[in-house]
Structures are given as structure tokens and as C-alpha cells.
């Protein structure tokens, strides 16, 4: 996790518990209803950024394409791969393509963008 989406979290568990705690304070000092209004007020505003955090983590997940590349016998998969089985083939006849950012696997191997269950790989012939 970077720092700044851990001072994000930190900030974000900050300010609820601190909406928590000016709650039972105007729950406290005043009556049922005030801190019954207050209460509807925070959850309206919680629920607006709620919203807003989902849309942007949406369209971020969306836009981020990676590039997958397999070359030699090799399995490449952007997502989760069950079971891959790879052999290195050997060399190839065409030249090797140029590393591009994202999920590249060569030489009989295996590679994944998240979670890999049981993979095996074998080099040479």
C-alpha cells in the first residue's frame, strides 16, 4: 500500500470517529431530535462521498489496461491463472519482442497479473 493511500485511510478513520463521537455529544447536550437531524445530515454527506469513491475507483479500475505478452511455451494472463502448465519450447523464430510495462512471461514460465493456483514450469526440451 503507498503512503498516500495510507494517510488517505488514516484520515478517512479519523474523521469518522470523530463524526462518531460529535454524535454522542450532541446526543448528550441536546435532545433526541437535534442529534437525530445531525445524524441524518452526517449520512447524507457520508453517502455523497461514498458514491463519489466508487465511481472514481471504478473508472480508475477500468482505464488501467496491462499488457500481456507470452512468448516460448510461457503463459501470461492480466487476471487470475489456475493451474498454468508452461515448457520452454526452445528458441523461436522470430525475435524476441521488446518488454512493454505489464505481464510478460518467457523461457517457459509462468506470470500473472493477481493470484496464481498450483503453477508448474519446465525448462528446456
Known amino acids: 500500500m503507498t503512503s498516500w493511500r495510507k494517510a488517505c485511510l488514516v484520515v478517512l478513520a479519523v474523521v469518522g470517529v470523530a463524526a462518531a463521537v460529535g ?14 437531524a445531525a445524524a ?17 475507483a471504478l473508472l ?10 507470452a512468448d516460448g511455451g510461457s503463459n501470461a494472463a492480466g487476471r487470475d491463472m489456475r493451474s498454468p502448465r508452461a515448457r520452454d519450447t526452445g528458441v ?3 525475435p524476441p519482442p521488446t ?4 505481464v510478460s512471461a518467457s523461457g517457459g ?16 526440451l
Open 23 to 36: 454524535l454522542v455529544v450532541v446526543l448528550l447536550a441536546a435532545d433526541l431530535n437535534t442529534a437525530a
Open 40 to 56: 441524518s445530515v452526517v449520512g447524507a454527506v457520508v453517502g455523497v462521498v461514498a458514491t463519489w469513491v466508487a465511481v472514481a
Open 60 to 69: 480508475r479500475s477500468s482505464s488501467t489496461s496491462a499488457t500481456v505478452q
Open 92 to 94: 523461436g523464430s522470430a
Open 99 to 102: 518488454p512493454r510495462p505489464g
Open 109 to 124: 514460465s509462468n506470470a500473472a497479473g493477481q493470484d496464481m493456483e498450483d503453477p508448474t514450469a519446465h525448462r528446456g
